[in-house]
């Protein structure tokens, strides 16, 4: 809890997929593909990733000319790469903004942001490809994206921080570790006692029997005893009766 950050200061597909970066197992099928993928970062992008902004959400008609219209004011731009799917060559709707000097990398950071352009909320962020040890992108199931709809949450980064955890390691250690001793010898002594306390009524029991059994042999017999009560039971209704 010392060292929690809302931020991934390193990325675990595991915990991106958890809200508070406590899960132990994975909940789908893309965080079992992104522990199991073996991402090597593109090595034809060039450029000094710790100037690159990221920004996604874009209008698939924005282009290069307008993104540099607006990114320009925060500071001077180096490089504009908008990523475009390379059979239609239409755009992916995210671009990487590389900046000359990292005073304008972090105004942009911090003021353009949700910013709207043609109509589009958009999102803007760090290059995290090779900036953030162990990136898994989205579409081998890591990533920071994904819908509620579809279940695939990813948390850690600067859109959906994780959630602060609450401490339960330190709840469980006193639930299932020193306490669990004297639980066990309640438990014990609790179950000695009631073993005890029917060893006893077994014995009172028992002891119980002989005596009726010597009443009824040492006594009256029973058909006495049955003549007996059936005259005080005639004696019972002759009172009623009267």
């Known amino acids: ?29 893309a965080i079992w593909r992104a522990m199991l993928a073996r991402y090597v970062p593109n090595k034809g992008v060039t450029g000094d990733p710790h100037l690159t902004l990221f920004v996604a959400r874009l ?22 790469r908008l990523v475009r799917d ?7 709707g995210y671009a990487f903004i590389e ?5 304008a990398l972090l105004k942009a950071h911090r003021d353009a942001n949700r910013l709207v352009i043609d109509q589009h909320e958009i999102f803007v962020d760090f290059e995290l490809e090779r900036t953030l040890k162990g990136w898994i992108p989205r579409r081998l199931g890591g990533g920071f994206g994904g819908k509620k709809e579809s279940g ?36 014990r002594e609790g179950t ?26 040492w006594g009256e017999s029973e058909r006495e005893r049955d003549s007996k009560e059936e005259r005080s ?7 009623r009766d009267r």
């Open 1 to 29: 809890m010392n060292d929690w950050a809302p931020i991934a200061k390193e990325y675990d597909p595991l915990k991106a997929g958890s809200i508070d970066g406590t899960d132990e197992e994975p909940h789908d099928r």
């Open 233 to 239: 039971r005639g004696r019972e209704r002759k009172d």
């Open 99 to 103: 900046y000359k000097e990292e005073r």
């Open 152 to 187: 695939q949450l990813r948390f850690g980064g600067r859109d959906r921080p994780f959630r602060k955890p609450i401490n339960l390691p330190n709840m469980k250690n006193d639930f299932y570790g020193e306490g669990s001793a004297e639980k066990r010898n309640w438990s």
């Open 59 to 80: 209008n698939l008609q924005t282009t290069e000319e307008k993104i540099k219209e607006v990114f320009s004011r925060y500071g001077d731009i180096r490089k504009i």
């Open 192 to 217: 000695r006692d009631w073993r005890t306390r029917d060893r006893d009524h077994e014995r009172s029991r028992d002891k119980r029997w002989p005596e009726r059994e010597r009443s009824w042999t």
């Open 86 to 92: 390379l059979v239609t060559g239409f755009s992916k």
